[in-house]
Each structure stands twice: as C-alpha cells, then as structure tokens.
C-alpha cells in the first residue's frame, strides 16, 4: 500500500527580501510599482470557503498552480494530498512566506509517490487511501484520468485544468464556453478528458485558463520579455504588435479553483479563466517594462515568414489574436479576478525573477538573426 507521510521543512537557501511588500502565500497580496510608487491592495480576501472539510487529492502539486492552490486548501483545513513521482521537493519555503505560514503548511502537506502512468498502481493506491476530491493539474490524455476516476467510486468532485487551446480558431472574439472547439488541437487530450468525465458520470468542474502568468512560472511568458528589459535589449515581437491575447494571474487561478469546490453552480460545467482585460502584444511588453521598473521599450516588429528559426520558438504567445470571455465564471460563481495586468506583472517580478530567479536562462539567438536582417524589420 502506499504510504502518506507528512514533510518537514526544507527552507530555500536565501531570505525574502524586505522591500518586496508582495506575500507569496497571497494574505497579503499588494505590491509597489516602482516607477508611480503607488500601493496596490487586492479587493478582498485571498481565501475563500468550501462548505465542509474534504480529503483532497492534487495530481501533481509541487509547480507554479498546484504551489498556490495547495497552500489555500491547506489554509482552508482540508487534508491534501500530492500526488507525484517525488522528484521535486514536496515542501520549501517560498519567498514573502513568513516562517510560521510555511511550518503550518509544511506540517500538514501530505504526499503520494508514485508514476500517474502507472495505472495498476494509481488504481491500488487511491482506492486504498480514499478521497473525496480529485484536483487534476497536470493531466493532459484521458487514458490517464480513468484509472482516478475508477479508483474512487465514491468520488465527491473531480476538477480539471483544462486549457482554453482547446477552442477553434475563430474570427469571432472573445471564445465563450460553448465555441466550438478542435479536435486536432495540440490540447486534444484535455477536450477528451473533459468528454470522459462527462461520459463516467461523476461530478466534474473543468476550468479553462487562457496564458498563466506569476511567480515561479515554468512556461517563459513574462520572463522572456524580463530578461530582454534587463540586458537593455530592443523586443522583437511578430508581425504588426496589434495582436490582442489575455493572461490570468496564478492566484487568481488557484482562487477560483477553490471556490468551485463543493459549488453545486460548478457541477459539469466549464469555466474560462483569465484576467479582466486584454493586451496587444506591444502594450504587453510595456507593461512589463512598468512592472520591474525599466525605462520605455525599444520594439522592433519583424514578420515571420522572412525567416527561419529551425525548432526555436521566437516569440512566446501564437501570432495570432487569443482571448476568452470569464463572464460566465463572474456571473456564476461571483468570481472576480483581483489583479490587474501591471500590478500582476508586479507581483511575479518582485517575487521571481527580481529576486534573480528564473526558469530558463536567457537565450538571444533568435532575436539576433531578427536583428541581424534590419531591412526586414520594422520599428
């Protein structure tokens, strides 16, 4: 059988730094600009409230999503659970969290070992512990949610990170809910767990974000443009910089997925999830600048199709327009997203990358073949 033990604390070798007013745990969440010097404070509280104390289980847990919404059922007195293949740590201390917030989360974390792939085992293991809710973050094919859902007959919720890539490329914008979606979709995996779900009949909540961005973001969004801002680079950005996407704060993300739990208004339905307004690509970068502080951007526009970039992406976002209407999870489920776009971006700089940590190391090949052929570009 396997076996939940509970972990200790394993701090991170560095201290928070006492300028940063941002918290990671979000109770306090507010952040200083550092060009207005304005205070920024969220609307309410971080936390919200399930109406009953759950046995919690999160496939996966220990990256950018699961690190938050974690430490929000923890905070809430709910027993979670991480299930992972144990190669990362399961508990660390995390910048702005105060050592008595993190030695309460780190004494109640429990952890499942094990591979997801391995489905005799997930099948044994869960059926063997028992939960009443599964939070599935990092599945990506059906095949790999059926041993779950077999396993736990009695099975209260099961909530899904889904992806709003899901969605049919459209001349009509904003994607809503009920938009057509396409099947040949790099995220084709997601749209078949959700019809799986559906199929099994469980009780099922299927959360649909947009782009991701905030502290300890694995996926290179606001941290490309970053690390442009401090080697005092020009931005190469596609085509015309008019392009319009959408991006949602992470804890605005763990937030919602909270508040779906035990909501009988989220029972079998799908929620998009993103921040309140939508950015060109230039204004994207611009407001990056504002965040960490930097001077006005240089932006260079260049067009695709006069190059080739091998396997290497060039630019982070798809070189197209891409956002989604959160009506329906406002009007619904009373949802509102705390933080704007600068102030988010804010945020993750002051507790991330700011602080001189960063996922990937920053890579200017491809902006110097754009700028290498300057009868190509544009400014």
Known sequence: MARLVTLQQNQLPFTPLASSLSDFSGTRLHSQLQLKKKSWQPKGSFYVSASSTKKVLIMGGTRFIGVFLSRLLVKEGHQVTLFTRGKAPISQQLPGESDSDYADFSSKILHLKGDRQDFEFVKSSLSAEGFDVVYDINGREAVEVEPIVDALPNLEQYIYCSSA?????????????????????????????????????????????????????????????????????????????????????????????????????????????????????????????????????ELIHYNPKDFDFGKKKSFPFRDQHFFASIEKAKSVLGWEPEFGLVEGLADSYNLDFGRGTFRKAADFETDDIILGKKSLISV
């Open 165 to 297: 890539g899901v969605y049919l490329k459209s001349d009509l914008l904003p994607h809503t809910e009920t938009d057509a979606v396409d099947p040949k979709s790099r995220h084709k995996g997601k749209l078949e767990t959700e019809s799986l779900l559906q199929s099994k009949g469980v009780n099922w909540t299927s959360i649909r974000p947009v782009y991701i961005y905030g502290p300890l973001n694995y996926n290179p969004v606001e941290e490309w443009f970053f690390h442009r801002l401090k080697a005092g680079r020009p931005i190469p950005i596609p085509s015309s910089g008019i392009q319009i996407t959408q991006l949602g704060h992470v804890k605005d993300l763990a937030r919602v997925f909270v508040q779906v739990l035990g909501n009988e208004k989220a029972s079998k339905e799908i929620f998009n999830i993103s921040g309140d307004k939508y950015v060109t690509f230039d204004g994207l970068a611009r407001a990056c600048a504002k965040a960490g502080g930097f001077p006005e951007p």
